[in-house]
């Protein structure tokens, strides 16, 4: 695999910023000590038959980071955040979680995590405050302490005052909000959330975000969690794009998006099979067809526009020039776009009744 041409090769930054590292393929990643590593991940790999849906990844999440998976469907994240929570055994490999081994200390891992996944296990039938009260149980907080820790999550979450209400009655951001409320609950070290807005509208999207957001302050709380959203991804402090059981690359999303380089350029013109070939014979640039024209990638797209209106044998209805986003560098350094990625992904998974079977 290559990286985006001409574009120096992003670090894969570990915590404590020690040293470059190369990144694609399986990047050599050096990792810290995994004594100051909240999560700690060397060549884990997880088979389900002959399949390998995690591939050998390797990375670390610093104490008090927000870290995400960002891929497609079907890209291993799950399978990764399943195996860091010790609900899934890997193949082979090592990861620490808080310091601990999530197959030889199962339960000292599970007490310093909360999990936040993609279906509800809420008990609709049950209160919020009900619901709480249970989980309190289950992790065996003393009750005067899980009082005070229900009234402080609720209140975080935006429901202290719904707390009385049945759980059945509330909205799908209202129950998605409720339980990362549950999952803070016992005050964990790392809080795992497998596609926190998955099924919600934008806006209810935007206002889960917007109690993440706040939760980073307030608690101090390593957050790891996975989207297949471009736009959730910016939330992180760091990513890994991952693709195919593999990380492609990690960095700041404002280190990726640098590493792209190149400004995206969308044109209509009167003729787009005609402009796509000009294209390729006069500048060399390889233009993607959509419904609504066509899109390149260049360096320096306002410079590069004057030139396209003298050269391009064909008349120019529109330009619009756009600086790179996480899309464009899931596309650099993987060949396709997500949604490319996801259609093949869901085509492939189709034919598993297991996916079926898991999907809503
Ligand atoms: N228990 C299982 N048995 C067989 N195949 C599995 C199992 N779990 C996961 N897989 C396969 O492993 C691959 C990765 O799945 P995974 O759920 O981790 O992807 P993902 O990136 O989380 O995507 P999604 O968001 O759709 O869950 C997929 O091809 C999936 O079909």
Known sequence: MTGPSGAPEPALVAPGGAGPRSLLGSPPVDLPDPAEAAVWVRDLTRRFGSFEAVRGIRFA????????????????????????????????????????DVVA?????????????????????????????????????????????????????????????????????????????????HSPRVLFLDEPTVGLDPQTRAHIWEYVDQLRQAEAITMFLTTHYMDEAEHCDR??????????????????????????????????????????????????????????????GESFVPRLFAELPVTIASVRIARPTLDDV???????????????????????????????
Not at 64 to 85: D, V
Request: charge should be positive; charged fraction near 25%.
């Open 330 to 360: 899931f596309m650099a350094y993987t060949g396709r776009s997500i949604r490319d990625a996801e259609a093949s992904a869901g085509e492939r998974l189709g034919a598993s009744p297991w996916v079926r079977a898991r999907r809503r």
């Open 61 to 100: 999440v610093a104490p008090g980071e927000t870290f995400g998976f960002l891929g497609p469907n079907g890209a291993g994240k799950s399978t990764t955040i399943a195996m860091l929570c010790t609900l899934l055994r890997p193949t082979s490999g090592t990861a620490l979680v808080g310091g601990y």
């Open 105 to 185: 200390a199962r339960a000292e891992v599970r007490r310093r995590i909360g999990l936040v996944f993609q279906d509800t296990t809420l008990d609709d039938y049950l209160t919020a405050e009900e619901n709480l009260r249970f989980h309190a149980e289950l992790y065996g907080l003393p009750r005067r302490q899980a009082a005070e820790r229900l009234d402080a999550v609720l209140a975080m979450v935006g429901l202290a005052d719904r707390r009385r209400s049945i759980v059945r009655t509330f909205s799908g951001g209202m129950k998605r909000r409720l339980e990362i409320a549950r999952g803070l609950l």
């Open 239 to 300: 990513i890994a794009i991952v693709d195919q059981g593999r990380i492609v690359v990690m960095d700041t999303p404002e280190a990726l998006k640098a590493s792209v380089g190149q400004d995206r350029v969308e044109i209509q013109t009167a003729d787009d099979a005609r402009a796509a070939e000009a294209l390729a014979e006069r500048f060399g640039i390889q233009a993607t067809r959509s419904g609504e024209g066509l899109t390149f990638h260049v360096a320096g």
